[in-house]
């Protein structure tokens, strides 16, 4: 059987977020997917999705997937906030060493402040409009076509 790595808690960063879920054992999906990034730290994320105009939600979380126990978190970037209700992928995908991943430590975080919004939601091309075909994969997406 696998084995899940337990990262410690750190404290509520900075007042810019309130903590919609903690501890969870699922990932959000969400079609206002932005992007994301293995990072070591929540306040990492949270710096990540700072960073990103349209972000407003920060979900981290550890993707155990055989990747020779990484302790890197896995940061996903959304507009909008999400709560458990959308922690809809808890793994289940068949890894290239033959392992199967699951989800553990799954945090999530919106941002106190509106995110800024997309400069023309109709553009075909921004990032944050999520049937845009260059926009990233959602690594929270199992069956990986985005949707």
Do not use: E
């Amino acid at each position: 059987m696998a084995s899940a790595f337990v990262l410690p808690r750190q404290a509520t960063p900075s007042g810019n977020y309130t903590l919609s879920f903690t501890n969870q054992t699922g990932a959000v999906q969400g079609t206002d997917f932005i992007t994301f990034g293995l990072l070591p730290t929540t306040d990492d994320c949270l710096a990540f999705c700072d960073s990103v105009s349209t972000c407003g939600f920060a979900n981290s979380y550890l993707d155990n997937n055989g990747k020779d126990g990484s302790t890197l978190l896995t940061c996903s970037l959304y507009i909008g906030c999400h709560d458990v209700a959308d922690l809809t992928n808890t793994g289940g995908q068949t890894q290239p060493d033959g392992t199967v991943n699951f989800i553990t430590n799954s945090d999530g975080w919106c941002k106190v402040t509106d995110p800024t919004p997309p400069a023309d939601p109709t553009d075909p091309t921004d990032p944050t409009n999520p049937t845009d075909p260059t926009n990233p994969t959602d690594p929270t997406d199992p069956t990986g076509t985005g949707a």
